[in-house]
């Protein structure tokens, strides 16, 4: 039997607004009463170390759809409330079929393995396929879902005395929330297989988290404000089609150097004289502030997308837009 259609999403009038449970979205600055051109979206745990759970991974959905089509906003800020980003998925809960210190099974399994959708992952999934870039400020300790759900964003700075590790060797699982994916592309095979196999946890300025972490500073207030100044430069500097685009390049691009030339061809003139280009250009030749306005996917060049969509199962591939509010 056909799925039957999602309800269309409407984006709120504030995001305060959402009943949300484990995170916060705030404004810059956080006075304003309207929602601004960055968005600060918080894990809100402290009390638990902002321990990864369902419910969080539900907020984190809900908003990153909603801010995906929400033209109002143009970049993200992801960060965690108190002294820790992310102490990795909250063990006090529990995973499905693990016997607590009784020897009773808390969550039975109640679904096939192969039907089984990771939390982490469709939290990951969330933050990449949104349109609009997340810079992570990593003000404290982040290890396993806590580091692997950063991977998809555009930029990483972190605290350099924060605790990063990718811990699943030393609990009995493996790596999740797509990490398999990013973290060879992000800090190659060597240093991801290393990560990986030990489970150690490191401090953010070791040499292994080198190509991972854009910027480190000196304290977890200084993460935050330099996160927060890299968002509002690319909100006020870059265009969202363009760079949704380019990430899309990096991760999905072709095996040779040829093909590659073929897709950048193909983009690069199908963005030539539409809005942001001539935007681009005019700002330029003006010598004044640009103003972006493109929207994903509608002022994508024509042939994206060029991969094949994987439909996950969980979720349709495509969203009616029609009937939200801006």
């Not at 745990?45 to 984190?60: G, H, S, Y």
């Not at 079929?97 to 009784?102: E, L």
Request: glycine fraction near 8%; proline fraction near 7%.
């Amino acid at each position: 039997m056909p799925r039957a259609p999602p309800p269309s999403l409407v984006i709120p009038e504030s995001y305060a607004s959402l009943p949300l449970r484990q995170i916060t979205v705030s404004n810059v600055p956080y006075s304003s009463s309207t929602v601004t051109p960055v968005l600060v979206i918080t894990l809100n745990r402290p009390e638990k170390l902002n321990a990864f759970t369902d419910i969080m991974r539900e907020d984190l959905e809900q908003v990153y759809e909603l801010v995906d089509i929400d033209p109002r906003v143009k970049a993200v800020v992801l960060t965690g409330a108190g002294k820790s980003f992310c102490a990795g998925a909250d063990l006090e809960i529990g995973f499905p079929g693990v016997r607590d210190a009784n020897g009773i099974v808390r969550r039975p399994k109640v679904e096939r393995d192969v039907d089984h959708r990771d939390g982490g992952g469709r939290a990951t999934l969330a933050i990449h396929h949104c349109s609009k870039p997340t810079i992570v400020a990593l003000q404290g300790s982040a290890v396993g879902v806590g580091i692997t759900l950063t991977l998809p964003a555009c930029i990483r700075v972190a605290y350099a005395k924060a605790k990063i590790g990718f811990v699943f060797s030393q609990r009995g699982v493996v790596m999740e929330a797509c990490s398999s994916y990013f973290l060879p592309r992000l800090v190659g095979y060597s240093r991801a297989m290393h990560l990986a196999t030990t489970g150690g946890v490191y401090q953010a300025d070791h040499r292994l988290f080198e190509p991972l972490f854009s910027e480190l500073c000196s304290t977890p207030e200084a993460t935050l404000a330099r996160a927060l100044e890299i968002a509002d430069r690319l909100a006020k500097n870059t265009s969202v089609v363009s760079t949704k685009i380019m990430r899309e390049l990096l991760y999905r691009g072709p095996d040779s150097v040829e093909e590659a030339h073929l897709l950048d061809s193909q983009m690069i003139y199908g963005l030539y004289g539409r809005k942001d280009n001539l935007e681009g250009v005019a700002s330029f030749l003006q010598k004044r502030p640009v103003n972006f306005e493109g929207k994903m996917p509608q002022d994508a060049p024509d042939g994206y997308p060029w991969w094949k969509q994987v439909d996950i199962g969980d979720k349709p591939l495509e969203y009616n837009y029609e009937k939200s509010k801006l």
